[in-house]
T-cell receptor, first 114, second 112 residues
Framework: AQSVTQLDSQVPVFEEAPVELRCNYSSSVSVYLFWYVQYPNQGLQLLLKYLSGSTLVESINGFEAEFNKSQTSFHLRKPSVHISDTAEYFCAVRDMGNTGKLIFGQGTTLQVKP | DAEITQSPRHKITETGRQVTLACHQTWNHNNMFWYRQDLGHGLRLIHYSYGVQDTNKGEVSDGYSVSRSNTEDLPLTLESAASSQTSVYFC???????????FGPGTRLTVT
């Protein structure tokens, strides 16, 4: 079985400051890793994913995440945040088998202040 | 454009009533999922389906049922609504078990 822990429920940060949202997972099998973003009153959208290859993955809007197998982590980072990044962010894992089921963390609310 | 829709977007119902939440996708995806979102719990899987006539229980399936009579729809039924089922419900679909899931806009359900 897998589990996901997002270590911070809320992260307040000023605009243009860097941010890191932490995600740790537990699994007895190899997994795929995802970050989803949820803007207010909307559904979830995929931000980025790690399936294989380079352990550093990037999104089109400046976020990046690094898969660290030894520390079982997949932290999300952005060097300079914008007001529009205010949202809830979910880390999720899926085993490499064919079940397709996602296991989500509790979510982290990123609050960007002007 | 292909999409996934949910209806209603908001629903208030009374304890003990049967409620059905609709999910419709035009992606022609085989896999469909229902999650509930609660503060402090993230999203938890209720039921899922890999194709027509296939349904499976997820992590929190008690009190819920689904049926899959066609590719496009996976309605979620609460047989006898309870206050503990007040939540936001999300439907998702994916082309295969290896692909990303696409989420609907959600249904906010309040059971009074």
């Amino acid at each position: 079985a897998q589990s996901v822990t997002q270590l911070d429920s809320q992260v307040p940060v000023f605009e243009e400051a860097p941010v890191e949202l932490r995600c740790n997972y537990s699994s007895s099998v190899s997994v795929y890793l995802f970050w989803y973003v949820q803007y207010p009153n909307q559904g979830l959208q995929l931000l980025l994913k790690y399936l294989s290859g380079s352990t550093l993955v990037e999104s089109i809007n400046g976020f990046e995440a690094e898969f660290n197998k030894s520390q079982t982590s997949f932290h999300l980072r952005k060097p300079s945040v914008h007001i529009s990044d205010t949202a809830e962010y979910f880390c999720a894992v899926r085993d490499m088998g064919n079940t397709g089921k996602l296991i989500f963390g509790q979510g982290t609310t990123l609050q960007v202040k002007p | 454009d292909a999409e996934i829709t949910q209806s209603p977007r908001h629903k208030i119902t009374e304890t003990g009533r049967q409620v059905t939440l609709a999910c419709h996708q035009t992606w022609n995806h085989n896999n469909m999922f229902w999650y509930r979102q609660d503060l402090g719990h993230g999203l938890r899987l209720i039921h899922y389906s890999y194709g027509v006539q296939d349904t499976n229980k997820g992590e929190v399936s008690d009190g819920y049922s689904v049926s899959r009579s066609n590719t496009e729809d996976l309605p979620l039924t609460l047989e006898s609504a309870a206050s503990s089922q007040t939540s936001v419900y999300f439907c998702a679909s994916s082309e295969s078990t290896r692909d990303e899931q696409y989420f609907g806009p959600g249904t906010r359900l309040t059971v009074t």
